[in-house]
C-alpha cells in the first residue's frame, strides 16, 4: 500500500499486490487491483486473464468468461488464454465447452503440457456414470503431459487416479512410485499410496507410508486415520484407536474418526465409549 501511495501509477505494483490478495483468499481485493491496472493499461493481457481467474475464484463466472473472451481477442494464438478459459468453462458445469477450448490450446501448440493436462482432469469429471475400465482419454493425455514434463508430479498422481478408476491397481501403484521418487517429502502421495496398498491388503507397507507420511507432518490427520483403518483391517484395535484419538485431537471434525473409533469400541466391547462415538 506503501509504494502504490509513492508511486499510483506503476501497474506492477498493483499487479503483486493482486497476487498476494489471491494467495490470502480475497478475489474481491484483486479484483479491485487488476482493475487498477486496466484502466493503466486496457490490453495488459496478464491482468485480464487474472482478474477473470479471481472472478472465477469467487465464482462469478459471467465476468471472468467476459475477461478471458477479451484475453483471447487480445491475444488470439496464445494457448495459456485458452486453457485458463476452458478451466473456468468447467468449473462453471460446462464440461463440453471446456473440451472444446483445450482443444483449440492443442491446435495452436500440440506440445502445450497444460492443456493436456487439465484435459485429461476435465475427461476425469466427465466420466461416464456406468464406466468401469480405465478411460484411455484421460491416460493418452497424461501420457503426453508426462512425455513433456517428465516431472510432473500431479500428472502422475492424476494418471494413478484415473488407473484406480479403472481397477488397474498395478500402473496406479507404478503412478504413486514415480511421485514419490520426483517428490519425497510430499506427505499427500505417502497416504494416498498407503491407501492404494490397504486397498490391495499390503498391510505393512500401507502402514510403512502412513508412517513415513507422519514422519513428515505429525499432524497429519488423514494419515492417522487411514493409519488407524490398517490396524482396523489387522484386528489391532487398541493401536486404531489411539491413533483415531490423535486425529480427533488435530481435526474435532473428523468425522470417520469418530465413527471408525466407535467401531473399534465395539469390537472390544466397550458399549458406552462406543455409543459416546457413534451417537
Same mark, same amino acid.
Given at each position: 500500500?506503501?509504494?502504490?501511495?509513492?508511486?499510483?501509477?506503476?501497474?506492477?505494483?498493483?499487479?503483486?499486490?493482486?497476487?498476494?490478495?489471491?494467495?490470502?483468499?480475497?478475489?474481491?481485493?484483486?479484483?479491485?487491483?487488476?482493475?487498477?491496472?486496466?484502466?493503466?493499461?486496457?490490453?495488459?493481457?496478464?491482468?485480464?486473464?487474472?482478474?477473470?481467474?479471481?472472478?472465477?475464484?469467487?465464482?462469478?463466472?459471467?465476468?471472468?468468461?467476459?475477461?478471458?473472451?477479451?484475453?483471447?481477442?487480445?491475444?488470439?494464438?496464445?494457448?495459456?488464454?485458452?486453457?485458463?478459459?476452458?478451466?473456468?468453462?468447467?468449473?462453471?458445469?460446462?464440461?463440453?465447452?471446456?473440451?472444446?477450448?483445450?482443444?483449440?490450446?492443442?491446435?495452436?501448440?500440440?506440445?502445450?503440457?497444460?492443456?493436456?493436462?487439465?484435459?485429461?482432469?476435465?475427461?476425469?469429471?466427465?466420466?461416464?456414470?456406468?464406466?468401469?475400465?480405465?478411460?484411455?482419454?484421460?491416460?493418452? %493425455?497424461?501420457?503426453? !503431459? +508426462?512425455?513433456?514434463? @517428465?516431472? *510432473? =508430479? #500431479?500428472? &502422475?498422481?492424476? $494418471?494413478?487416479?484415473?488407473?484406480?478408476?479403472?481397477?488397474?491397481?498395478?500402473?496406479?501403484?507404478? %503412478?504413486?512410485?514415480? !511421485? +514419490?521418487?520426483?517428490? @519425497?517429502? *510430499? =506427505? #499427500?502421495? &505417502?497416504?494416498? $499410496?498407503?491407501?492404494?496398498?490397504?486397498?490391495?491388503?499390503?498391510?505393512?507397507?500401507?502402514?510403512? %507410508?502412513?508412517?513415513? !507420511?507422519?514422519?513428515?507432518? @505429525?499432524?497429519?490427520?488423514?494419515?492417522?486415520?487411514? $493409519?488407524?483403518?490398517?490396524?482396523?483391517?489387522?484386528?489391532?484395535?487398541?493401536?486404531?484407536?489411539? %491413533?483415531?484419538?490423535? !486425529?480427533?485431537?488435530?481435526?474435532?471434525?473428523?468425522?470417520?474418526?469418530?465413527?471408525? $473409533?466407535?467401531?473399534?469400541?465395539?469390537?472390544?466391547?466397550?458399549?458406552?465409549?462406543?455409543?459416546?462415538?457413534?451417537?
Amino acid at each position: 500500500t506503501q509504494a502504490i501511495q509513492l508511486d499510483p501509477k506503476n501497474a506492477l505494483i498493483y499487479m503483486s499486490r493482486a497476487a498476494t490478495y489471491i494467495a490470502q483468499n480475497d478475489p474481491d481485493g484483486a479484483i479491485s487491483d487488476y482493475t487498477h491496472v486496466l484502466e493503466l493499461d486496457p490490453r495488459n493481457v496478464a491482468a485480464v486473464v487474472n482478474r477473470g481467474e479471481a472472478y472465477a475464484m469467487a465464482h462469478e463466472y459471467t465476468q471472468a468468461l467476459r475477461d478471458l473472451d477479451r484475453a483471447i481477442e487480445l491475444t488470439p494464438r496464445e494457448p495459456s488464454v485458452y486453457v485458463s478459459r476452458a478451466r473456468i468453462v468447467q468449473a462453471s458445469g460446462v464440461i463440453t465447452d471446456a473440451l472444446a477450448d483445450f482443444g483449440q490450446a492443442l491446435q495452436i501448440d500440440p506440445n502445450y503440457a497444460p492443456a493436456y493436462y487439465y484435459r485429461a482432469l476435465a475427461y476425469l469429471e466427465d466420466k461416464p456414470a456406468n464406466q468401469v475400465a480405465v478411460d484411455l482419454r484421460v491416460i493418452n %493425455d497424461l501420457n503426453a !503431459a +508426462i512425455a513433456l514434463q @517428465p516431472d *510432473n =508430479v #500431479d500428472a &502422475y498422481l492424476a $494418471r494413478a487416479e484415473a488407473y484406480v478408476a479403472g481397477s488397474d491397481l498395478d500402473h496406479a501403484l507404478a %503412478d504413486y512410485d514415480q !511421485a +514419490i521418487e520426483i517428490d @519425497p517429502e *510430499n =506427505v #499427500d502421495i &505417502y497416504v494416498k $499410496r498407503g491407501r492404494l496398498h490397504d486397498v490391495r491388503r499390503e498391510f505393512k507397507a500401507a502402514l510403512d %507410508d502412513f508412517s513415513q !507420511a507422519l514422519t513428515l507432518e @505429525p499432524a497429519s490427520a488423514s494419515a492417522l486415520t487411514n $493409519r488407524g483403518l490398517v490396524y482396523m483391517d489387522q484386528e489391532q484395535y487398541d493401536k486404531a484407536i489411539a %491413533d483415531f484419538t490423535a !486425529a480427533i485431537q488435530i481435526d474435532a471434525q473428523n468425522s470417520q474418526a469418530y465413527f471408525r $473409533r466407535g467401531l473399534a469400541y465395539e469390537k472390544k466391547n466397550n458399549r458406552s465409549a462406543a455409543l459416546s462415538d457413534l451417537r
